[in-house]
Protein backbone atom coordinates (compact mmCIF):
# COMPACT_ATOMS: atom_id res chain seq x y z
CA UNK A 1 0.00 0.00 0.00
CA UNK A 2 1.89 3.06 -1.18
CA UNK A 3 5.62 3.66 -1.26
CA UNK A 4 8.20 2.33 1.75
CA UNK A 5 7.81 -1.07 3.81
CA UNK A 6 4.53 -2.34 5.23
CA UNK A 7 4.07 -0.56 8.49
CA UNK A 8 1.06 0.21 11.12
CA UNK A 9 -1.48 0.96 7.61
CA UNK A 10 -0.52 -2.30 6.46
CA UNK A 11 -1.44 -3.83 9.93
CA UNK A 12 -4.49 -2.27 10.49
CA UNK A 13 -5.94 -3.40 6.93
CA UNK A 14 -5.03 -7.22 7.73
CA UNK A 15 -7.37 -6.97 11.56
CA UNK A 16 -9.86 -5.22 9.59
CA UNK A 17 -10.30 -7.53 6.53
CA UNK A 18 -10.31 -10.74 10.06
CA UNK A 19 -13.31 -8.65 11.23
CA UNK A 20 -15.02 -8.40 7.75
CA UNK A 21 -14.76 -11.71 7.42
CA UNK A 22 -15.92 -12.32 11.15
CA UNK A 23 -18.84 -10.45 11.00
CA UNK A 24 -20.01 -11.90 7.46
CA UNK A 25 -20.01 -14.91 9.20
CA UNK A 26 -21.95 -14.44 11.76
CA UNK A 27 -24.36 -12.46 9.53
CA UNK A 28 -24.52 -15.79 7.88
CA UNK A 29 -25.14 -17.47 10.20
CA UNK A 30 -28.77 -15.72 11.23
CA UNK A 31 -28.21 -15.90 15.30
CA UNK A 32 -24.12 -16.03 15.03
CA UNK A 33 -21.85 -12.51 16.87
CA UNK A 34 -18.93 -11.95 16.59
CA UNK A 35 -17.20 -11.48 20.48
CA UNK A 36 -14.19 -8.82 20.61
CA UNK A 37 -10.52 -10.18 22.01
CA UNK A 38 -9.45 -7.07 23.76
CA UNK A 39 -8.89 -6.91 27.51
CA UNK A 40 -9.41 -3.79 29.60
CA UNK A 41 -5.33 -3.02 29.26
CA UNK A 42 -5.07 -3.61 25.71
CA UNK A 43 -8.26 -1.04 25.65
CA UNK A 44 -6.62 1.71 28.07
CA UNK A 45 -3.54 1.75 25.71
CA UNK A 46 -5.35 1.72 22.47
CA UNK A 47 -3.58 -1.29 21.33
CA UNK A 48 -7.00 -2.62 19.25
CA UNK A 49 -7.84 -1.51 16.24
CA UNK A 50 -10.98 0.27 14.85
CA UNK A 51 -13.18 -1.74 12.63
CA UNK A 52 -10.84 -4.60 12.91
CA UNK A 53 -10.26 -7.02 16.33
CA UNK A 54 -12.39 -3.93 18.26
CA UNK A 55 -15.27 -5.36 15.78
CA UNK A 56 -18.22 -7.18 17.08
CA UNK A 57 -21.63 -7.11 19.21
CA UNK A 58 -19.86 -7.63 22.66
CA UNK A 59 -16.47 -7.59 24.60
CA UNK A 60 -16.39 -10.07 27.57
CA UNK A 61 -13.05 -9.32 28.07
CA UNK A 62 -12.86 -5.13 28.09
CA UNK A 63 -12.96 -5.19 32.24
CA UNK A 64 -10.41 -7.84 32.61
CA UNK A 65 -7.29 -6.35 32.71
CA UNK A 66 -4.20 -8.24 31.14
CA UNK A 67 -3.11 -10.08 34.26
CA UNK A 68 -6.70 -11.53 34.83
CA UNK A 69 -7.37 -12.59 31.52
CA UNK A 70 -3.98 -14.44 32.29
CA UNK A 71 -5.44 -16.11 35.69
CA UNK A 72 -8.51 -17.10 34.06
CA UNK A 73 -6.74 -18.89 31.23
CA UNK A 74 -4.51 -20.84 33.94
CA UNK A 75 -7.73 -21.34 35.93
CA UNK A 76 -9.70 -23.05 32.81
CA UNK A 77 -6.80 -24.65 32.12
CA UNK A 78 -6.36 -26.14 35.78
CA UNK A 79 -8.15 -29.52 35.30
CA UNK A 80 -7.23 -30.45 31.46
CA UNK A 81 -6.20 -28.16 28.42
CA UNK A 82 -9.07 -25.63 27.36
CA UNK A 83 -7.02 -23.05 25.75
CA UNK A 84 -3.74 -24.01 24.08
CA UNK A 85 -1.04 -23.62 26.55
CA UNK A 86 0.97 -22.36 23.47
CA UNK A 87 -1.30 -19.18 23.40
CA UNK A 88 -0.61 -18.91 27.20
CA UNK A 89 3.13 -19.13 27.34
CA UNK A 90 4.14 -17.22 24.35
CA UNK A 91 4.69 -13.32 24.64
CA UNK A 92 1.75 -11.19 24.14
CA UNK A 93 1.56 -10.45 20.01
CA UNK A 94 -1.37 -8.94 18.11
CA UNK A 95 0.44 -11.17 15.50
CA UNK A 96 -0.15 -9.26 12.50
CA UNK A 97 3.81 -9.01 11.67
CA UNK A 98 6.36 -11.91 11.89
CA UNK A 99 7.67 -12.43 15.29
CA UNK A 100 5.83 -9.04 16.45
CA UNK A 101 5.53 -8.95 20.25
CA UNK A 102 3.04 -6.23 22.23
CA UNK A 103 6.01 -5.27 24.27
CA UNK A 104 7.97 -3.99 20.84
CA UNK A 105 5.35 -0.94 21.01
CA UNK A 106 4.45 -1.48 24.76
CA UNK A 107 6.16 -1.27 28.36
CA UNK A 108 5.38 -4.34 29.66
CA UNK A 109 1.68 -5.38 30.41
CA UNK A 110 2.61 -5.32 34.25
CA UNK A 111 3.38 -1.86 34.63
CA UNK A 112 0.70 -1.23 32.05
CA UNK A 113 -1.88 -3.03 34.26
CA UNK A 114 -0.44 -1.03 37.77
CA UNK A 115 -0.61 2.27 35.53
CA UNK A 116 -4.50 1.19 34.90
CA UNK A 117 -4.91 0.35 38.11
CA UNK A 118 -3.52 3.90 39.76
CA UNK A 119 -4.88 6.00 37.34
CA UNK A 120 -8.78 4.13 35.96
CA UNK A 121 -9.44 2.62 39.12
CA UNK A 122 -7.68 4.27 42.07
CA UNK A 123 -7.81 7.76 40.42
CA UNK A 124 -4.27 8.92 41.70
CA UNK A 125 -2.79 11.65 40.53
CA UNK A 126 0.25 11.48 38.21
CA UNK A 127 2.59 11.35 40.50
CA UNK A 128 1.50 8.39 42.39
CA UNK A 129 0.55 6.90 39.33
CA UNK A 130 4.26 7.30 38.25
CA UNK A 131 5.21 5.76 41.86
CA UNK A 132 3.16 3.14 41.28
CA UNK A 133 4.66 2.32 37.65
CA UNK A 134 7.97 2.55 38.82
CA UNK A 135 9.23 4.78 35.87
CA UNK A 136 8.24 8.40 35.44
CA UNK A 137 8.76 8.32 31.74
CA UNK A 138 6.89 4.95 31.08
CA UNK A 139 4.41 6.33 33.35
CA UNK A 140 4.27 9.44 31.38
CA UNK A 141 3.61 7.26 28.05
CA UNK A 142 1.16 5.32 29.40
CA UNK A 143 -1.45 8.31 30.64
CA UNK A 144 -1.09 9.91 27.21
CA UNK A 145 -1.36 6.39 25.46
CA UNK A 146 -4.82 5.97 28.04
CA UNK A 147 -5.93 9.44 27.33
CA UNK A 148 -5.59 9.70 23.64
CA UNK A 149 -7.48 6.24 23.13
CA UNK A 150 -10.50 7.60 24.42
CA UNK A 151 -12.09 8.27 21.17
CA UNK A 152 -11.50 3.81 20.03
CA UNK A 153 -13.29 3.11 23.41
CA UNK A 154 -16.04 5.06 22.58
CA UNK A 155 -16.37 3.22 19.55
CA UNK A 156 -16.16 -0.47 21.43
CA UNK A 157 -18.84 -2.83 21.87
CA UNK A 158 -20.60 -3.11 25.23
CA UNK A 159 -18.79 -5.42 27.71
CA UNK A 160 -18.95 -7.40 30.94
CA UNK A 161 -18.31 -4.72 33.98
CA UNK A 162 -16.16 -6.46 36.77
CA UNK A 163 -14.80 -3.82 38.47
CA UNK A 164 -15.88 -0.80 40.06
CA UNK A 165 -14.54 1.82 36.85
CA UNK A 166 -15.33 -0.31 33.81
CA UNK A 167 -14.68 2.15 30.35
CA UNK A 168 -17.83 3.06 28.89
CA UNK A 169 -20.41 4.24 31.10
CA UNK A 170 -18.49 3.58 34.43
CA UNK A 171 -15.64 5.73 33.34
CA UNK A 172 -15.98 8.66 30.66
CA UNK A 173 -13.40 11.24 29.37
CA UNK A 174 -13.47 13.67 26.96
CA UNK A 175 -12.55 12.47 23.55
CA UNK A 176 -11.11 15.86 21.89
CA UNK A 177 -8.87 17.01 24.40
CA UNK A 178 -5.68 18.87 24.27
CA UNK A 179 -3.66 19.48 27.70
CA UNK A 180 -5.95 18.76 30.00
CA UNK A 181 -3.89 16.53 32.47
CA UNK A 182 -1.81 18.45 34.62
CA UNK A 183 1.72 17.15 33.97
CA UNK A 184 3.52 19.06 37.23
CA UNK A 185 2.64 15.93 39.32
CA UNK A 186 4.94 13.91 37.17
Given at each position: ?23 G?A ?6 F ?16 L ?42 S????P ?9 P??Q ?75
Amino acid sequence: MGKGSPDLAEQNLQARARGVILMGLANKSHRGFVLTTGNKSELAVGYCTLYGDMCGALAPLADAPKRLVYDLAAWLNSDREVIPSASITKAPSAELKPDQKDQDDLPPYDQVDDALEAWVQSRLEPGRVARAVGDRATAETLLDRMDWSEFKRRQAPPSIKISSKAFGVGRRMPVAKAGWRVRAGL
